[in-house]
């Protein structure tokens, strides 16, 4: 077994924990040592049997398998920015229950949650988080540090380009780019190409406000 650690220990790192137990359950790979977090009111605790073991600095002079857990895209690519020149390294995560074809290549540091459904000719590159039940179309591109929040629908050919955010129950139709930095919000459809730093809601989605 190969000792590993979620950067966050928030909901979500606690969900990755889950999965990490889970993928155990079918194959004994991965010895979790705990979260790291920055926030201070959380040093020392115990949470859902995990230490918080301390800060990112923790983490600058260990060789050890690392995965990002927090969900926001920045804030995600600020953190392994940071760890660049760590001996760290960055496994994909894929729950037992997720569907895939052999077709689809991922990238490193990738957390795949239960319930997703991926289809054929897709790359997922790194650092992404796609969360529960969520379907991907063929030939569709997800660039680094995207979050797909629980219950999208994304179709074929779908282009999503670095630190996208969409939202929860939000669905892009075929052949649609989305541009760097750009958030959908929670059950939007996606008709037509979004732009770069822009957060876009609605049915058809459209930009609100630009960032």
């Not at 190969?2 to 928030?10: F, L, M, S």
């Not at 790192?13 to 889970?22: K, Y």
């Not at 030939?139 to 219950?151: A, E, G, K, V």
């Amino acid at each position: 077994m190969k000792d590993i650690v979620i950067i966050g220990a928030g909901g979500f790192g606690r969900e990755v924990a889950w999965l990490i137990e889970d993928i155990n359950k079918v194959d004994k790979q991965w010895n979790l040592l705990g979260f790291i977090d920055d926030n201070d009111e959380v040093q020392g605790q115990n949470l859902n049997g995990y230490e918080v073991l301390g800060k990112l600095d923790w983490l600058m002079d260990k060789e050890v398998s690392v995965v990002n857990a927090i969900a926001n895209p920045i804030i995600r690519k600020q953190i392994m920015d940071q760890l660049k020149n760590s001996s760290n390294t960055y496994p994909t995560l894929i729950h037992p229950n997720v569907v895939y074809s052999e077709t689809v290549e991922f990238g490193e540091g990738n957390i795949i949650c239960a319930g997703n459904i991926l289809t054929v000719n897709i790359e997922i590159k790194n650092h992404v988080i796609i969360n529960i039940d969520s379907t991907i179309g063929h030939d569709t591109i997800i660039n680094d540090y995207c979050t797909i929040l629980p219950s999208v629908n994304v179709s074929g050919h779908v282009h999503l380009a670095e630190c996208v955010t969409v939202g929860t129950g939000s669905a892009i139709i075929q052949n649609v780019p989305v541009g760097k930095n750009s958030i959908i919000g929670a059950g939007a459809v996606v008709t037509k190409e979004i732009p770069a730093n822009c957060t876009a809601v609605g049915a058809p989605a459209k930009p609100i406000k630009f960032h």
